[in-house]
């Protein structure tokens, strides 16, 4: 129910809140030497996964839409704080000389993830309907995300 300004102003909010907490967790990676890698990670996946189960019920919620602009808000911090994790402790224990590889590689994974969540997301939409395929997804998403936290203790410093 939100006009494309409105839409893309939560959009635009989320994105400058990962942009900010990114620049942050880079400091903050780089003064600790990663070893606050760990904790960070799981931080961040943790608002992940609040971000998306809050966003799930706010779709169905009688809340004002800027309730779901705060959830993405929370999402994008999350964002900045778990996603160049990986980067960093893949792109460091590459062997040397392969560093491009590994680069790929990963730009591959990210890319695979982000189109298998699409596909499902759009097939969950095209079966049981907008609404309950939304919120489906969504719960499977922070389900995934919880998993990053589980897993983020295993990043190394």
Do not use: Y
Not at 6 to 14: D, E, I, K, R, V
Not at 36 to 61: E, K, N, Q
Not at 144 to 149: F, P, R, T, W
């Amino acid at each position: 129910g939100l006009t494309p300004w409105q839409s893309g102003l939560a959009l635009t909010g989320a994105a400058l809140v990962w942009s900010a907490c990114s620049v942050i967790n880079s400091r903050l990676d780089e003064r600790t030497q990663g070893s606050l890698r760990p904790f960070v990670t799981g931080a961040g996946a943790a608002l992940i996964a609040l971000s998306l189960a809050l966003t799930g019920l706010l779709i169905h919620a009688p809340l004002p839409a800027w309730t779901v602009g705060v959830a993405w808000a929370l999402g994008g911090a999350g964002m900045g704080f778990a996603f160049q994790s990986h980067t960093l402790v893949v792109l460091k224990q590459a062997p040397e000389g392969q560093e491009g590889l590994v680069s790929g590689n990963l730009q591959l994974a990210d890319m695979l993830g982000s189109a298998l969540g699409a596909g499902l997301a759009g097939a969950l939409v095209a079966q049981i309907g907008v609404g309950l395929g939304s919120g489906w997804f969504l719960g499977l998403a922070a389900a995934v995300a919880g998993l990053a936290v589980v897993a983020s203790p295993r990043l190394r410093g």
